[in-house]
């Protein structure tokens, strides 16, 4: 494709011009639900008038629809960006992204949708759809998808469809709960997904931080302890990753403890294990529900996490060595191709 692309450049560079500006103009709508001329010319840094003769060429194709509260995209449109997005992707050069992140890491795949989620919410969302049709691509009849928690999770679950129900699909929170918005708990994301897609879910009501004394208590509960099989037996598990001192004050961690993790290196935080740069875990909380040696046993494991700020922490999760899937942003995968970057120059000595 790449080859095709730049023949294409040479002989009609225009083409190519303008099938991009119309590509971002249907992206932006999407990515917005609804959205003003002027709002999305301000958003595109294009004039009124030249957006003008482009939404009205791609309203006339059946790709835009205008009323009073703004623009939307049909669902012609939509398929359409979807469908062109392997296209448009290798041709602003994030497939080469992908490529380099995904071999540096031995990763199946790897997918980087254009956007920093540090600063822009639509991005967040992007990066929702995203994990959502790798997930929706890699279900089979009687699977168990275990999910986590968190903002990127919870957009997921807001974004995803499909085109018919998933009967015998079933739903699971990858652990328990902690002290934060209930839209983003990992059974709030469990149960939207089995709403929006057809699917079941089972819910798990523990608190995610458990001393080991209360751990222990309730491994004896039988249903408790049947949930918790079920969890582990996933096929699927979907998990964001976040910054290890960010999501140990959101746990309400001891100072000692978080002194002692900062003293060892903690970068970054999934499913409730600490790691150090190397990837290597330097803390675990005593937790019910799924644990890291479970994703060995799992056939697909997709991480998603965007935002130039947690470059490092995907960095150091991946390391570990058990995502087979990384669903990413631009802004996290510039910083991740400047830390493969330096280490490949380091080994070069």
Request: glycine fraction near 8%; charge should be neutral; proline fraction near 2%.
């Amino acid at each position: 494709m790449r080859e095709w692309i730049e023949l294409q450049q040479r002989l009609v560079p225009d083409l190519l011009e303008v099938m991009a500006k119309r590509y971002v103009i249907l992206s932006q709508v999407m990515k917005s639900e609804s959205i003003g001329r002027r709002a999305l010319a301000a958003a595109l840094s294009m004039t009124e008038r030249t957006l003008r003769a482009e939404a009205d060429f791609l309203k006339a194709q059946g790709l835009l629809e205008a009323n009073a509260a703004g623009m939307r995209i049909t669902d012609a449109g939509r398929r359409l960006v979807e469908s062109l997005a392997p296209f448009m992707s290798e041709l602003s050069g994030l497939s080469e992204l992908e490529r380099l992140i995904r071999d540096h890491f031995r990763l199946r795949e790897v997918i980087v949708v254009p956007g920093d989620a540090d600063e822009a919410r639509e991005t967040k969302r992007e990066l929702g759809r995203a994990a959502g049709r790798v997930l929706i691509r890699s279900l089979q009849g009687g699977d168990v998808v275990a999910v986590t928690g968190g903002t990127t999770l919870a957009a997921l679950a807001e974004t995803i469809t499909v085109d018919q129900p998933l009967k015998g699909v079933l739903f699971v929170p990858a652990r328990g709960g902690f002290g934060e918005s209930m839209d983003y708990q990992a059974n709030t994301i469990a149960s939207t997904l089995a709403k929006r897609t057809g699917a079941a879910y089972r819910l798990l009501h523990v608190p995610d931080h458990l001393s080991e004394d209360a751990y222990q208590s309730l491994m004896l509960e039988p249903n408790v302890r049947e949930m918790v099989e079920v969890i582990r037996k996933s096929r699927i598990v979907v998990h964001g990753i976040g910054d290890a001192m960010v999501m140990a004050r959101r746990r309400k961690m001891d100072t000692r403890t978080m002194d002692a993790m900062r003293a060892e290196g903690a970068l970054a935080e999934a499913l409730g294990y600490y790691f150090d740069k190397s990837g290597t875990v330097i803390h675990r909380m005593s937790t019910v529900g799924l644990r890291l040696d479970d994703l060995e046993k799992a056939e697909h494991v997709i991480a998603v996490a965007g935002g130039s700020s947690k470059g490092e922490a995907i960095a150091a999760v991946l390391r570990y060595g058990q995502d087979d899937v990384l669903v990413t942003d631009e802004g996290a995968a510039r910083r991740l191709e400047a830390i493969i970057r330096q280490e490949r120059q380091q080994a070069d000595g």
